[in-house]
């Protein structure tokens, strides 16, 4: 068999995604489960200073956004984390990423769904896997019904969920801000700043994802770069303000030993509402994420069986509602597999972050690539810097991704073992798949 062809794109896809629904897209991948969860530990090491550690957190992705900017605006997919590998580094790479991605996406649906049912549980007794379940089949109905009911439906939620926390700054910063919450500002010195900025890294995570629908996004030349930058910019933003607020309404001490820290905060100030108003920030805040994941893992699967390294089934698209409607199937289905795994919130992150870093690290080589080789696309690009501007910045946001790949092997060793297992398995189908 010979080298599988990279899909370039699709004109069964409907391009019916636009700039606000590249913005929710990435801002309802990133804002999940890290921004109720991430900020007691991260604080328990740098006290206030972590909102000096989110603004480092966000240096590596800010690098690596601007990369896919620049391949968005210039090589728009389906799939983009499996074609532009595959079309600009080596098949074998893209095949790779986009498998290992199996394995990271799966673990996002259990991670996303787990937690989510958790939060509502404070208010209605749910069955965990049951009502897991639930919301998996609720994501694969909202999206099966086209990518304009997906990209509303992530407008919507996000729309929701930005006025809670809106809610949530003004009331807690008007009534129950202390400012002598901020001194000392780092009581453990730059040394425990630095130390925290890896638990904040997953705060910007998907921030790039409406790429991987680049075949259905509207004007894309203009459309992803300028989505990528609002949603990045507006992730910075909000994460600040709620630190802020976190930090001055339960200070360091209090915050940095909370498991609920935006729900403790909230009932000190809000009494009765406190818990109801934070619930539904979750299940806004995850419920995107979610829904997100239904739309973009869909497009890889999507483009993988274009180039004929996965069952030809998954490029099928259905004829009245314009999507990838087996693959979405199959999307469903890995997560159903995923209620299986042991509900371990640690192995579940790692699992996750490991293959997405993996990805960040080979599109910012495939942009390198594209300014070095590709002249034709580098001047077609809605977004670029001059050449080497674009290489340097490529180069670092590898280096990046690279090194923060190995951050979490004293946290706990079995996700790598796992995602090597699968990596394997992978390259034994990439091999007879050719033959």
């Known amino acids: 068999?010979?080298?599988?062809?990279?899909?370039?794109?699709?004109?069964?896809?409907?391009?019916?995604?636009?700039?606000?629904?590249?913005?929710?897209?990435?801002l309802g991948t990133a804002v999940g489960v890290s921004i109720f969860s991430a900020i007691a530990p991260a604080t328990a090491l740098a006290g206030p200073a972590i909102l000096v550690s989110v603004l480092i957190a966000a240096f590596p992705m800010y690098l690596i956004a601007i990369s896919y900017a620049f391949l968005g605006s210039a090589v728009p997919v389906s799939g983009a984390s499996f074609v532009w590998p595959s079309r600009f580094l080596h098949p074998a790479l893209g095949f790779f990423i986009a498998w290992m991605r199996i394995i990271a996406n799966m673990g996002a649906l259990v991670v996303l769904a787990l937690v989510l049912v958790r939060y509502l549980s404070t208010i209605v007794p749910?069955?965990?896997?049951?009502?897991?379940?639930?919301?998996?089949?609720?994501?694969?109905?909202?999206?099966?019904?086209?990518?304009?009911?997906?990209?509303?439906?992530?407008?919507?939620?996000?729309?929701?969920?930005l006025l809670l926390f809106l809610v949530y700054v003004l009331w807690g910063g008007?009534?129950?801000?202390?400012?002598?919450?901020?001194?000392?500002?780092?009581?453990?010195?730059?040394?425990?700043?630095?130390?925290?900025?890896?638990?904040?890294?997953?705060?910007f995570f998907g921030i790039e994802a409406a790429t991987e629908a680049?075949?259905?996004?509207?004007?894309?030349?203009?459309?992803?770069?300028?989505?990528?930058?609002?949603?990045?910019?507006?992730?910075?933003?909000?994460?600040?303000?709620?630190?802020?607020?976190?930090?001055?309404?339960?200070g360091p001490e209090a915050l940095a030993t909370s498991e609920a820290p935006i729900l403790d905060a909230a009932q000190r100030f809000m009494d009765l509402l406190g818990a109801p108003l934070i619930v539904w920030a979750a299940v806004a805040a995850i419920g995107t994420s979610i829904n997100a994941i239904f739309t973009l893992f869909s497009r890889s699967l999507f483009a993988m069986?274009?180039?004929?390294?996965?069952?030809?089934?998954?490029?099928?698209?259905?004829?009245?509602?314009?999507?990838?409607?087996?693959?979405?199937l199959a999307v469903f289905a890995i997560g159903c597999v995923g209620l299986f795994l042991p509900m371990e919130l640690t192995f579940l992150f790692l699992a996750v972050n490991i293959p997405n870093l993996v990805k960040y690290g080979s599109v910012c080589l495939a942009a390198a690539q594209v300014v070095r080789k590709?002249?034709?696309?580098?001047?077609?690009?809605?977004?670029?810097?001059?050449?080497?501007?674009m290489l340097v910045l490529a180069y670092t946001g590898a280096l990046c991704a690279?090194?923060?790949?190995?951050?979490?092997?004293?946290?706990?060793?079995?996700?790598?073992?796992?995602?090597?297992?699968?990596?394997?398995?992978?390259a034994l189908y990439y091999f007879f798949r050719r033959r």
């Open 1 to 26: 068999m010979t080298e599988p062809s990279v899909p370039e794109g699709d004109s069964r896809l409907v391009r019916g995604i636009d700039l606000w629904g590249v913005v929710s897209l990435g």
């Open 126 to 161: 749910l069955p965990t896997r049951p009502a897991m379940f639930a919301l998996l089949l609720l994501a694969l109905l909202a999206n099966l019904f086209g990518v304009r009911t997906a990209a509303r439906l992530q407008t919507w939620l996000m729309a929701f969920l």
């Open 174 to 203: 008007a009534t129950a801000f202390d400012p002598a919450a901020f001194t000392p500002l780092a009581p453990e010195g730059v040394s425990g700043v630095l130390a925290a900025a890896p638990l904040l890294m997953g705060l």
């Open 214 to 250: 680049g075949a259905e996004v509207a004007d894309s030349r203009r459309t992803i770069p300028l989505g990528i930058a609002i949603a990045i910019g507006s992730a910075t933003a909000l994460y600040l303000a709620v630190g802020i607020v976190t930090l001055g309404v339960l």
């Open 305 to 328: 069986a274009e180039a004929g390294l996965m069952p030809g089934a998954l490029a099928r698209v259905h004829p009245r509602w314009k999507v990838p409607h087996i693959a979405l």
């Open 374 to 389: 590709h002249p034709d696309l580098y001047e077609n690009a809605g977004f670029r810097f001059s050449r080497r501007k």
């Open 402 to 426: 690279a090194g923060l790949v190995f951050v979490g092997i004293e946290a706990d060793w079995r996700p790598y073992a796992l995602l090597i297992g699968w990596g394997l398995l992978g």
